[in-house]
């Protein structure tokens, strides 16, 4: 019987540090609100990626994202209809 030997991927998963979010992977939009949610991007060439924004006044979720062309979500504060 092996003895409590550890594989290598065993170790390897063990090392990995856990929920490490590397934070230029994550984009997000802040609006100023609480709540983040999260939108999908659909980018020109026809990949997806998720971005988050708190911006309690989007519609919807599918769109793009402000860096791939779509509308910047409305900000806390700024909304245009309090003018
Ligand atoms: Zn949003
Ligand atoms: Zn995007």
Redesign the pocket.
């Known amino acids: 019987m092996a003895e409590g030997t550890i594989t290598n991927r065993g170790f390897a998963l063990l090392k990995k540090p856990p929920l490490t979010t590397p934070a230029a992977e994550e984009v997000y939009?802040e609006?100023g609100g609480t709540q983040f949610?999260v939108?999908v991007c659909t980018t020109p060439d026809g990949k997806t990626h998720n971005w988050k924004?708190?911006?309690p006044y989007?519609a919807s979720?599918i769109g793009s994202c402000p860096d791939h062309g779509g509308e910047e979500?409305i900000h806390v504060g700024r909304e245009p209809w309090k003018r």
């Open positions: 939009y609006a949610h939108h924004c708190n911006s989007c979720l979500p």
